[in-house]
């Protein structure tokens, strides 16, 4: 159950204060208990300041939010791959359309994760955007137009050409490559449809950590996404 | 011993290998025996993804590196002031020479963490900025020129005249903001000739964490600055 | 009428299509008419593509909106003081609230416009910041609070408060730089209104250039500030 | 003549005080002459605020250094496509290593100059960063390795691996799109062997405009690339 698997949902805590110290713990106790389960893969993005507690408190895979393009050395205030490791996380987002990163960072951050053993999820915008992403050679790209994102608009259902553009885009750059897609996703049937489309899994954020009963609602999700 | 006070030792853990995860907590371990020898506040700033651990760990301050100008909410990979004070920081660092930020993003954090009774320690490259940034009333203003960061040669010593400057520059403006010193500071002698030209303390960061020893350079520099 | 006197009204182009190309050039013109009609400085900001276009076509003084903390070198796509200066341009607006400077960058910048002889003029959300710029002792102050930029809201008459605190807390610090005050200004009693709160002039952009008769805007607003 | 074709030479004048204001007509008119010489194309990307100017002065293509991902509207101190357009510019480059963007903003930019038809030559580190903006589909990609800029060692010459290499990927994602290389670009033999590799011509900025004989240098290299 550990271990990163698909299909997966991965749970965006953002900045949220529903999701902030605390209530960061309880709300990946909850991920962990969906993932016990249902042995669908929840996995979970603390923030920083939260990411070693959370990671102490499961044993599902825990994600950092962001990295920096940095080896270790003099850079007050970033965020080195090594650290985030060290405190427990096996991957980390980069470039989610709230934290755009230079072309040439991610470049950088997919080599540095790499290095450590750390997996990278790039986000993109758009399907051209994800074609791009899967040259640099991530562990995972999930597209996620930003003008769906927070709008219960579920982009697997209301555009599902952009997705399956996306999938077939990335796949004829690069066949490995694990691909999830967010933005709008609240209910099961968004996540059913997102892995009908040919995607691996979901980033989802506000549809969970909003919810009034995020328990239930990641529970319907992995009911939806199980083989 | 565990409230912030003056005069103060500020160690800016970086994003040195030597103070990341294991050995960050290590290191806030020793500041803190030799705050407790001295009485001299030695307060310490690792990296966001050790914050939680070693604040839990120490009874010393514990200060972020670096918070974002935003209130909770959809801010993937940001630094929430709410997150890092839950996590046990008393303060952060902004503005560092490494991570310099947009003036008007300045002003905000202080404002942030003013209203989170978190304290904000500016960090300005030079006696002008100092005075700038006074206007916007932090809690500590930290002046460091970078071209002498990390060099050894110590601002307190070979420049004396711009430590006096910033003093007396932010003094016309501000009479109440705590004044550090930082640049170069190696030896004792250097933090002695910080407070007398007008400081309250120190920021250092390879000087300690990268020394062979570091207790026994923390234990020279609080010495030093006894009263 | 060629020089930089006050009191002044800056009409900045931004990126309109209605003051681009040719009719920056025809919008310049009118400003120019203006002046010689009423003595009173009307100065204009165009794009940098029309810069030394519309720097030839009239003798008023025409700025740059923006110029970036470099010397002569290798900064492809950057602005270097000397090129504006050269295209033609007296001065340049920085840190406008659509494009925020790192606060390092704004005392590099006054520092290189002062000995290229070109005159510094940095915006400013609101009271505090203006005072934090006035230590940077540029050569002008424009204190334009984003939230009413574009909304006919005028900042002088409908937060006159806003205006005449920033010039008093800009006067503790530095009695000689100019102060202007912009956003919203549509009316020539809004632009008496900034005189008499003790600003040497206005900022003013959509008020003027979408204006459907610039002319007859600016010359409205020139009656007004008339002494 | 006037129009751009390959082989090409593109002459980058950054922000280098010999190809300011005046000096910028005097090189760009030399490239002129190169050009009707020798049937190779060879354009210029001056200054912003010298683009007009050239661009009324010679026949040869201009290029913008850079431009924002914008559309008319609110934007101070960017750069818009269409007023560069309308200065006399028939395209851009962009995220040159000394002004490199976020992969949204490349998208952005480019398809806001296909909509324009401005001509996108999109810089890319490496060979892997050039395959990813391949998928975007601009009108030129340019491999500029920065460990090489302004050092004399000609990436096709010492490096041939990096730009075959990056021929080949870029041709796996997109068949039509012109590949130049730049990088330390000195000699006529340097530019020969660029298009031995498979490139289309070549980026240079030093080697040309630092030359004591700007003209001689020009005149080498297209002579070396004739066909």
């Known amino acids: 159950m550990a271990g990163f698997h698909t299909p997966v949902i991965i749970v965006n805590f953002k900045t949220y204060m529903e999701a902030t110290g605390r209530r960061a713990i309880e709300l990946a106790e909850k991920a962990e208990k969906v993932s016990r389960e249902t042995s669908v893969c929840v996995a979970v993005a603390p923030q920083l300041a939260d990411l070693s507690a959370v990671a102490k408190a499961v044993e599902i895979p825990v994600f950092a939010q962001h990295v920096d393009p940095i080896k270790p050395g003099s850079y007050t205030g970033h965020v080195l791959v090594e650290s985030v490791k060290e405190a427990g996380a096996i991957g980390t987002l980069i470039n989610h359309s709230e934290r755009q990163l230079k072309l040439s960072d991610i470049d950088e951050i997919v080599k540095i994760t790499r290095e450590n053993d750390v997996l990278s999820v790039v986000c993109a915008n758009n399907p051209t955007i994800s074609a791009a992403v899967a040259s640099l050679k991530p562990g995972v790209i999930a597209i996620e137009p930003p003008e769906l994102i927070g709008t219960g608009i579920p982009v697997s259902k209301a ?69």
Do not use: W
């Open 159 to 227: 555009h599902p050409e952009i997705v399956a553009g996306t999938v077939q885009l990335v796949r004829e750059v690069n066949k490995k490559v694990t691909v999830l897609c967010g933005a709008g996703i609240s209910h099961g049937e968004d996540c059913a449809a997102a892995l009908k489309l040919g995607t691996q899994g979901v980033l989802v954020a506000s549809g969970i950590v909003k919810a009034k009963n995020p328990y239930m609602i990641m529970r319907e999700f992995a009911e939806a996404m199980k083989r």
